[in-house]
């Protein structure tokens, strides 16, 4: 496979466009055409992961953190992100980011994070006001409707919360002319004629807009098929920042916190809020959540992510917002194994190898 096949497969998954505007996404380093038949997927791309790539022969590292945060403004052996750079294209090793966007899909980071401490009924916490939705309108004969409504669907259209292959279907006469370079499907050339078509609609994604128009175009029977697309307000209710459950049974917030560090194999866990207190309902942001916990509901007990701060973590207690910040890296790092088993299952003969990079922090006791 090339890595522009890779990267392909991978903006499936976390399509680029949900990114949030000021994020960096898709592949950094690497030409699109050269071989990847084997990835490895880390969390962060530093030398130890350039290191590992290595040693695993791989072609192409696919990472959640971004290698290129910053423009580099040179290319000086002496500015170690842009050492890494070069090291990165003299070993001919692309490089492919999937960040913000890979943060708010479905089965995304939070998602997994809530899969890993045990979470129920899990759902999203903060719809993403970005995540875009279009209503795609075309027009077909009767005989390919269920045909059409079968891919467009498979490519992501078509889905209100947990409901899928939500179309609508309106009976009309369409009208058209083939020229003298056609191939009509139906009716003759130069004549114009009547065919009895269905109207069908459907809501699709704004990042998933292509996918679905080439499933659309693949199984319409129409040489030109006519459709519109038209720019809704609505967002996209399943793509959300964070995600929220509830545990199978009311822990002490001290047993909670323990339950998590446990889970995720942390060094230490920080906590705030009385560790006697019952807690149930979760909410989750794998990462940097803290500046999120002040739009947290009050209806939910406790909340799990990193990097909170002095004064996030003072506006939390006065709420009564339990938290337990496990780290930034420890509360992303399920979704390593995710993204490499998917490009398992979605690229055959590809080795894929992981890399579980060492704590950024260590804990000192003594």
């Given at each position: 496979?090339?890595?522009?096949?890779?990267?392909?497969?991978?903006?499936?998954?976390?399509?680029?466009?949900?990114?949030?505007?000021?994020?960096?996404?898709?592949?950094?380093?690497?030409?699109?055409?050269?071989?990847?038949?084997?990835?490895?997927?880390?969390?962060?791309?530093?030398?130890?992961?350039?290191?590992?790539?290595?040693?695993?022969?791989?072609?192409?590292?696919?990472?959640?953190?971004?290698?290129?945060?910053?423009?580099?403004?040179?290319?000086r052996?002496?500015?170690?992100n842009?050492?890494?750079?070069?090291?990165?294209?003299?070993?001919?090793?692309?490089?492919?980011?999937?960040?913000?966007?890979?943060?708010?899909?479905?089965?995304g980071?939070?998602?997994?994070?809530?899969?890993?401490?045990?979470?129920?009924?899990?759902?999203?916490?903060?719809?993403?006001?970005?995540?875009?939705?279009?209503?795609?309108?075309?027009?077909?004969?009767?005989?390919?409707?269920?045909?059409?409504?079968?891919?467009?669907?498979?490519?992501?259209?078509?889905?209100?919360?947990?409901?899928?292959?939500?179309?609508?279907?309106?009976?009309?006469?369409?009208?058209?002319?083939?020229?003298?370079?056609?191939?009509?499907?139906?009716?003759?050339?130069?004549?114009?004629?009547?065919?009895?078509?269905?109207?069908f609609?459907t809501?699709?994604?704004?990042?998933?807009?292509?996918?679905?128009?080439?499933?659309?175009?693949?199984?319409?029977?129409?040489e030109?098929?006519?459709?519109?697309?038209?720019?809704?307000?609505?967002?996209?209710?399943?793509?959300?920042?964070?995600?929220?459950?509830?545990?199978?049974?009311?822990?002490?917030?001290?047993?909670?916190?323990?339950?998590?560090?446990?889970?995720?194999?942390?060094?230490?866990?920080?906590?705030?809020?009385?560790?006697?207190?019952?807690?149930?309902?979760?909410?989750?942001?794998?990462?940097?959540?803290?500046?999120?916990?002040?739009?947290?509901?009050?209806d939910?007990?406790?909340?799990?992510?990193?990097?909170?701060?002095?004064?996030?973590?003072?506006?939390?207690?006065?709420?009564?917002?339990?938290?337990?910040?496990?780290?930034?890296?420890?509360?992303?790092?399920?979704?390593?194994?995710?993204?490499?088993?998917?490009?398992?299952?979605?690229?055959s003969?590809?080795?894929?190898?992981?890399?579980?990079e060492?704590?950024?922090?260590?804990?000192?006791?003594?």
């Amino acid at each position: 496979m090339k890595v522009r096949d890779i990267c392909e497969i991978l903006n499936q998954l976390a399509p680029g466009e949900l990114a949030y505007s000021w994020d960096k996404t898709g592949l950094q380093t690497g030409d699109p055409d050269s071989e990847a038949n084997r990835v490895l997927v880390a969390l962060t791309v530093d030398a130890k992961t350039l290191e590992a790539a290595k040693r695993s022969k791989a072609q192409m590292i696919a990472a959640h953190h971004p290698l290129i945060w910053r423009p580099l403004e040179s290319l000086r052996r002496d500015d170690p992100n842009a050492e890494l750079c070069l090291a990165l294209a003299e070993a001919g090793i692309a490089c492919y980011v999937a960040h913000t966007n890979l943060d708010v899909v479905p089965g995304g980071v939070s998602h997994r994070l809530a899969a890993v401490l045990g979470l129920c009924d899990v759902r999203p916490l903060f719809q993403a006001a970005h995540a875009a939705q279009v209503k795609l309108v075309t027009f077909v004969p009767a005989s390919y409707l269920e045909a059409l409504r079968t891919a467009v669907c498979g490519a992501g259209a078509g889905r209100i919360g947990d409901y899928t292959c939500c179309t609508f279907t309106t009976p009309g006469t369409g009208t058209f002319k083939p020229g003298q370079a056609s191939d009509p499907f139906s009716g003759r050339k130069g004549k114009l004629n009547e065919e009895p078509e269905l109207r069908f609609e459907t809501l699709v994604p704004k990042a998933r807009l292509g996918s679905v128009l080439q499933a659309m175009i693949a199984a319409h029977p129409y040489e030109e098929p006519a459709y519109d697309i038209v720019m809704l307000d609505n967002p996209d209710p399943v793509i959300a920042l964070g995600a929220r459950g509830v545990l199978d049974a009311a822990l002490s917030l001290g047993e909670f916190a323990g339950h998590v560090r446990a889970r995720l194999r942390a060094g230490h866990v920080r906590v705030i809020g009385n560790l006697k207190r019952k807690v149930r309902h979760v909410a989750v942001i794998g990462g940097s959540g803290g500046g999120d916990l002040e739009r947290i509901p009050d209806d939910v007990d406790v909340a799990v992510t990193g990097d909170v701060k002095y004064h996030d973590g003072l506006d939390a207690k006065r709420r009564r917002l339990a938290v337990v910040d496990a780290g930034h890296e420890v509360t992303e790092r399920p979704i390593v194994p995710v993204l490499a088993n998917y490009l398992r299952k979605q690229c055959s003969g590809v080795r894929v190898d992981t890399f579980n990079e060492p704590d950024l922090f260590k804990v000192v006791t003594k």
